[in-house]
């Protein structure tokens, strides 16, 4: 738990300084690859210490996810209501998170360790590429009025 907190609080410090130089859809892929390592690190663990390096990946991921979501939610929401919008974030991503939790347990449940870890990381690596090739940083371009 304590590596977990550590990388947390310092990933979350990166994570926002990053994000104000070069833009807050580095930390969403900062988050992305940190979870990524984290899914490789479990795949191929061989020993205990390559647990903790799991627990360091994921308390990266986590720390890096709450200053760029947030940022990128001020930013777009400007003067509005920033608790409806990252009450909406939640609300989108709510079904996915179930469906990967039940498919993810149905396989571990069935013996399929290693099938459910391999479909996480392919979702990661997708939602990677999705992330680095077609999503446009909103702090690197003109802001716009969405009420217009």
Known sequence: TIINVIASGCASYFAGMAGQRFGYKSGMVFFCFSHLLAVLLAVFSQN???????FLCIGMANGAFMPAAMNIVYDFAGD??????MALIDSFLAPFVVFFILMTSILIE?????????????SLMLGLLVLILFVKDPGLFPKFDVDK
């Open 48 to 54: 205990m210490v390559w647990v903790y390096a799991i």
């Open 80 to 85: 509005r209501d920033n608790k409806l919008y």
């Open 110 to 122: 069935w013996g399929y360790f290693i099938a459910a870890l391999t479909g996480l990381g392919i």
